[in-house]
């Protein structure tokens, strides 16, 4: 079995900064390609930005110049330090990534979300 788990959000003013975290455990994986995603209150599930294994990022046009993602693949984890944040970016973000395990071959997982509030 295969589990994303996220950490970090919380609650932040504007302007300020948060990092969120994503492990993947289980047993003889591989994660691919990890994302984060973000989804507002009554708005759809957007892609915020992308990360390959080899470290090959894509970011929303919304984030670029604010977000960074990185990832290390021994600790099987993507990060996503956010700076300069503003109540447009308050979302629940969650992790997702194209796993490789033995059991199942390649899936595409997600994690169950961490809130992240931008309010003064």
């Known amino acids: 079995q295969v589990t994303l788990v996220e950490s970090g959000g919380g609650l932040v003013q504007p302007g300020g900064s948060l990092r969120l975290s994503c492990v993947a455990s289980g047993t003889s994986i591989r994660p691919n390609n990890m994302r984060w995603y973000r989804q507002a209150p009554g708005k759809e599930r957007t892609l915020v930005s992308s990360i390959s294994p080899t470290g090959t990022t894509n970011y929303a046009d919304s984030v670029k110049g604010r977000f960074t993602i990185s990832r290390d693949n021994v600790k099987k984890t993507v990060d996503l330090q956010m700076n300069s944040l503003n109540p447009d970016d308050t979302a629940v973000y969650y992790c997702?990534?194209?796993?490789?395990?033995?059991?199942?071959?390649?899936?595409?997982?997600w994690g169950q979300g961490t809130q992240v509030t931008v309010s003064s």
């Open positions: 997702n990534a194209d796993v490789f395990s033995q059991q199942l071959g390649f899936k595409n997982y």
